[in-house]
């Protein structure tokens, strides 16, 4: 999505694609933990909001749950 389409995304559609983007980076079995997540959407992506819309335990489980299956599915034959 191009840096333009995110800024004239209303406040609802830019939480809907927060969620979306970290369930996406979950899937990739690049990263860790919801924190690592976190980290790449705020610093990296440009979503400062997403410390505050994904501080909610069942979400932050979910995303660690998603990004330890990722991790295992992951082989040296199957990178991701």
Request: aromatic share 8%.
């Given at each position: 999505?191009?840096?333009?389409?995110?800024?004239?995304?209303?406040?609802?559609?830019?939480?809907?694609?927060?969620?979306?983007?970290?369930?996406?980076?979950?899937?990739?079995g690049?990263?860790?933990?919801?924190?690592?997540?976190?980290?790449?959407?705020?610093?990296?992506?440009?979503?400062?909001?997403?410390?505050?819309?994904?501080?909610?335990?069942?979400?932050?489980?979910?995303?660690?749950?998603?990004?330890?299956?990722?991790?295992e599915?992951?082989?040296?034959?199957?990178?991701?």
């Open positions: 999505m191009s840096e333009y389409s995110v800024h004239k995304m209303n406040k609802e559609q830019r939480h809907s694609y927060v969620i979306r983007r970290a369930e996406e980076l979950a899937q990739t690049e990263h860790r933990d919801w924190l690592m997540i976190e980290h790449v959407l705020r610093a990296k992506e440009n979503f400062p909001e997403a410390r505050e819309w994904l501080d909610n335990r069942f979400l932050r489980d979910r995303l660690d749950d998603m990004c330890k299956r990722a991790r599915n992951r082989t040296p034959n199957n990178p991701a």
